[in-house]
């Protein structure tokens, strides 16, 4: 087994995005895909890294620019979150964003394209969840301590069988919106679950976060359960 990265620039709306696939070279045959949607501060070693642990599963993953080429912020930034702010402010243009990257990934020839996934964390979740309200056909998605807020336009048909892993104690998504994301996912007819995780906070996945007393920390118990859920989540969506 060799995984390898190679970066794909893509245009959209006459605009470079700048993806990162990650597979295993060896291996023969389509396989599945899956998108994996960064958090605020857009694409990073630590979504490579995560990417080449879903990849060594038996999976092709493209870690998805929604920002644009070189549109990246960091922790230290007192602006973090402008580029995600552009797209939260526009739902519509974010619609646009999440679902450009599922044609990417369907288009590499290392993936069957009838068989593809998406993951994401924190805004990432969101794009997992945009990904799915705007009835775009991939077959389930996975969102780690995502955020809930829908749209403010209707849905399409949700085809995606979703799983949300959350943090009890998030307080970016507390309970009411957790309560209100599965009253809507019913609503739309989805094939949902959610794994509620007691005494975890936000970002329980990332291990650069420790703010406990913000309710914002790393869980090794919880990064551990989730990536399994994903794991067991993937086995029933492709055997």
């Given at each position: 087994?060799?995984?390898?990265?190679?970066?794909?620039?893509q245009?959209?709306?006459?605009?470079?995005?700048?993806?990162?696939?990650?597979?295993?070279?060896?291996?023969?045959?389509?396989?599945?895909?899956?998108?994996?949607?960064?958090?605020?501060?857009?694409?990073?070693?630590?979504?490579?890294?995560?990417?080449?642990?879903?990849?060594?599963?038996?999976?092709?993953?493209l870690?998805?620019?929604?920002?644009?080429?070189?549109?990246?912020?960091?922790?230290d930034?007192?602006?973090?979150?402008?580029?995600?702010?552009?797209?939260?402010?526009?739902?519509?243009?974010?619609?646009?964003?999440?679902?450009?990257?599922?044609?990417?990934?369907?288009?590499?020839?290392?993936?069957?394209?009838?068989?593809?996934?998406?993951?994401?964390?924190?805004?990432?979740?969101?794009?997992?969840?945009?990904?799915?309200?705007?009835g775009?056909?991939?077959?389930?998605?996975?969102?780690?301590?995502?955020?809930?807020?829908a749209?403010?336009?209707?849905?399409?048909?949700?085809?995606?069988?979703?799983?949300?892993?959350?943090?009890?104690d998030?307080?970016?998504?507390?309970?009411?919106a957790?309560?209100?994301?599965?009253?809507?996912?019913?609503?739309?007819?989805?094939?949902?679950?959610?794994?509620?995780?007691?005494?975890?906070?936000?970002?329980?996945?990332?291990?650069?976060?420790?703010?406990?007393?913000?309710?914002?920390?790393?869980?090794?118990?919880?990064?551990?359960?989730?990536?399994?859920?994903?794991?067991?989540?993937?086995?029933?969506?492709?055997?």
């Amino acid at each position: 087994m060799a995984i390898v990265r190679q970066v794909l620039v893509q245009e959209q709306s006459g605009a470079p995005f700048e993806n990162v696939a990650v597979f295993d070279d060896a291996a023969e045959g389509p396989r599945p895909g899956v998108l994996l949607f960064p958090n605020i501060l857009g694409t990073k070693e630590s979504d490579f890294a995560y990417a080449e642990r879903v990849a060594a599963l038996g999976y092709v993953v493209l870690v998805a620019d929604v920002y644009g080429q070189g549109k990246r912020t960091r922790r230290d930034d007192p602006d973090m979150g402008r580029y995600m702010a552009e797209l939260n402010d526009d739902r519509a243009l974010m619609r646009d964003r999440v679902n450009a990257p599922l044609g990417w990934l369907k288009a590499l020839p290392q993936v069957d394209a009838a068989r593809t996934a998406a993951i994401g964390f924190c805004f990432g979740g969101k794009c997992v969840l945009d990904l799915a309200r705007s009835g775009a056909d991939f077959a389930g998605g996975v969102s780690f301590h995502g955020v809930y807020d829908a749209p403010p336009f209707p849905n399409a048909e949700i085809k995606a069988k979703l799983l949300v892993c959350h943090g009890w104690d998030d307080p970016i998504a507390p309970p009411d919106a957790t309560v209100a994301l599965a009253k809507e996912l019913t609503q739309a007819g989805c094939d949902w679950q959610i794994h509620a995780y007691g005494h975890t906070g936000h970002a329980f996945t990332d291990k650069a976060v420790n703010m406990p007393e913000k309710r914002l920390a790393y869980s090794a118990d919880a990064d551990a359960r989730s990536f399994r859920s994903m794991r067991d989540f993937f086995a029933d969506l492709f055997g």
